[in-house]
């Protein structure tokens, strides 16, 4: 079965700084993986998503994240940060023929200083 | 598009009752539906995974008398709470997918479910 770790639990950014959401996962193949992101009683927005090709996906909102198969992570970027930006992130992975399940980490809680 | 809604958004209501949370996938047909709870402050679980026409799939640990899931149309998902406990309150997300080889899940609002 598959597991998502994002080692992270608290994230605090200042506004305009970079950012790295660090996601890794435990597949015996190749997955496919999800960034969402979720603000305060809402649902979950879908960031970005890999499937095949490309590695370096884009994704909304000025987000990319890099598919690393040697390191197992599929690590979430965003060079500036706006203030915006604070809110709950998480990194979901699917197994191919898994019936669309997918397993969810724990999240990131991101907090954007201004 | 690809829009998911549910309803209601928050729910009160006394222990001992049933309540019931609807699910529609509003601009496509889901063949299959998914039902998560998150409680605060922490991930996703999958409950249980319902595809149209057929009997829901559970999770383990997930008592499926105590939460009754239908799907009986391509647009239309329900969850019920029976015989709802405090225990019960928790955040209800709902997701919706079309059958093929890879497939995003498109998720709802989420319920926010209180049992006094």
């Known amino acids: 079965a598959q597991s998502v770790t994002q080692p992270d639990i608290h994230i605090t950014v200042s506004e305009g700084a970079s950012l790295e959401l660090r996601c890794n996962y435990s597949?015996?193949?190749?997955?496919?993986l999800f960034w969402y992101v979720q603000s305060p009683g809402q649902g979950l927005q879908l960031l970005l998503k890999?499937?095949?090709?490309d590695t370096l996906v884009q994704g909304i909102k000025g987000f990319e994240a890099e598919f690393k198969r040697s390191q197992s992570s599929f690590n979430l970027r965003k060079p500036s940060v706006h203030w915006s930006d604070a809110a709950e992130y998480f990194c979901?992975?699917?197994?191919w023929g898994g019936g669309n399940k997918l397993t969810f980490g724990t999240g990131t809680q991101l907090k954007v200083e201004l | 598009g690809a829009v998911v809604s549910q309803h209601p958004s928050r729910v009160i209501c006394k222990s001992g009752t049933s309540v019931k949370i609807e699910c529609r996938s509003l601009d496509f047909q889901a063949t299959t539906m998914f039902w998560y709870r998150q409680f605060p402050k922490q991930s996703l679980m999958l409950m249980a995974t319902?595809?149209?026409?057929?009997?829901?799939?559970?999770e383990q640990g997930v008592e499926k008398d105590k939460f009754l899931i239908n799907h009986a149309s391509l647009t239309l998902s329900t969850l019920t709470v029976t015989s709802a406990h405090p225990e019960d309150s928790s955040f209800y997300i709902c997701s919706a997918s079309v059958r093929g080889t890879v497939n995003e899940q498109f998720f709802g609002p989420g319920t926010r479910l209180t049992v006094l």
């Open positions: 319902s595809n149209e026409g057929s009997k829901a799939t559970y």
């Open positions: 597949y015996g193949a190749t997955p496919y």
């Open positions: 890999y499937f095949s090709g």
């Open positions: 979901a992975v699917g197994a």
